[in-house]
């Protein structure tokens, strides 16, 4: 039996009848739904519901997007993204689209069915390990996300995730602005992998703490990397500051949290006059300075980025499902505070 949130006219965002693609709500709120839509989908193929009985195709065509195209794992063919085109009615008291996005590619996390569930953890212990560029899986969306962006140049292309998802569309994102090519990117509950100094109460002793690891992680980076400095266009972050995706976090989410630290402690350590410090302890971490001092060759850490439009949720969520959840992020506006942060 489906649960009543995999059901859009009982918890989708049906206040959206119109949407105003400058409304900062509405689009997030949207590209929500749409990641929604991915994970209905893999429901409803685990549970074999089609045709009138699936479940996942308001999630998107309420939004009057098309479904493009499935992307589907190639190791147990459960389906873990989308491609929408959206296609509005042409009517002369329709609200502008020159916002709106032409197509976005939207990728879910995990889902504990027994159907999907091993993969996805094999997918999870490989984002653990920074390892994710390495999976077939993200081969598939990677090379979806390149076909996408050359047939249509001239065209607004979103890209959307949850959890898991978000660190795909994450580094899709990544790699795409490396080449020059930046797209919106939605990411929700993007994981972090840190101590969980957010989890602290005390404030004194969180900054201090956050302070001490920049000191430290800095200290290591120029133990183990020397002490040369690279020139602005050999600095990844500098290339990469131009990306400006949009981050949405809840401060009871263990897993995502540790990014609200991590953009605000850049403000206090440049507060402090220890700038330079943070500029080079924001992009390293301990555990990718350890596997260089090892002689292993690593890929930047996935969860450092160097710019973000970071919105919380400052809604107390009663439990860990519901602040990690994708539902919370088309509710009420007033609950969420937003801030850009531009590494410079």
């Given at each position: 039996?489906?649960?009543?949130r995999?059901?859009?006219?009982l918890?989708g965002p ?8 400058k ?7 949207v590209a929500a739904?749409l990641?929604q839509?991915?994970y209905?989908?893999e429901r409803?193929?685990q ?5 009138p ?8 065509e309420?939004f009057q997007?098309?479904m493009?195209r499935q992307?589907v794992?190639d ?5 873990f993204?989308?491609?929408y085109?959206?296609?509005p009615p042409?009517s002369?008291g ?13 990728f879910?996390g995990?889902?504990r069915?027994?159907?999907?569930v091993?993969q996805?953890l ?7 390990q920074?390892?994710?560029h390495?999976?077939s899986?993200f ?6 996300v390149?076909?996408m962006v050359a047939?249509?140049?001239?065209k607004n292309?979103w890209?959307?995730g ?8 994450m ?9 020059g090519i ?6 929700f509950?993007?994981?972090f992998?840190s101590?969980?100094i ?5 404030k004194?002793?969180?900054q201090?703490l956050?302070?001490?690891s920049s ?7 120029v ?7 690279r ?5 990844p972050?500098v ?5 400006v995706?949009?981050?949405?976090v809840n401060p009871a989410?263990h897993?995502?949290s540790e990014?609200?630290?991590?953009f605000?402690?850049r403000?206090k350590m440049?507060?402090?006059g220890?700038g330079g410090i943070e500029?080079?302890a924001?992009?390293n971490?301990?555990?990718?300075l350890?596997?260089?001092?090892m002689?292993k060759?690593s890929?930047?850490p ?9 919105t919380i ?10 602040a990690h959840?994708?539902h919370?992020w088309?509710?009420?506006?007033s609950h ?8 410079n």
């Open positions: 039996m489906a649960s009543k995999e059901i859009f006219h918890s049906l206040h959206l009848i119109a949407v105003n693609w409304n900062d709500h509405h689009r997030r709120s739904s990641v839509g991915v209905i989908l409803d193929r549970e074999k519901r089609q045709g009985q699936a479940l996942a195709p308001p999630w998107w309420f997007f098309q493009v992307l794992d190791v147990d063919s459960s389906i993204g989308a491609i085109e959206f296609k042409t002369p329709s609200l502008s689209t020159c916002e709106s996005p032409h197509y976005v590619i939207a879910r995990t889902i069915k027994p159907h999907s091993s996805d094999k997918l999870d212990l490989h984002l653990l920074n390892g994710l390495q999976t899986r081969e598939i969306a990677m090379q979806a390149r076909n047939a249509n140049q001239d292309i890209l959307s949850h959890s898991l998802g978000s660190s795909m569309a580094l899709a994102g990544k790699n795409m602005a490396k080449t930046f797209l919106e990117a939605f990411l509950n993007p994981p992998f101590a969980p957010e989890r602290i109460k005390d004194k002793v969180k201090g956050r302070i001490a000191f430290i992680t800095a200290g290591l980076a133990a183990v990397k020397g002490t040369h400095q020139n602005r266009f050999e600095d972050f290339y990469l500051s131009t990306w995706p949009s981050l949405f989410d897993i995502c990014y609200i630290g991590y605000e402690n403000e440049k507060e402090i220890a500029r080079l924001t992009q971490s301990i555990h990718g350890f596997m260089t001092a002689g060759e890929e930047p996935l969860h450092l980025i160097p710019s973000a439009a970071l949720n400052s809604i107390r969520s009663p439990d860990f499902i519901g959840g994708i919370q088309w509710g009420p506006d969420f505070k937003s801030k850009l942060y531009r590494y």
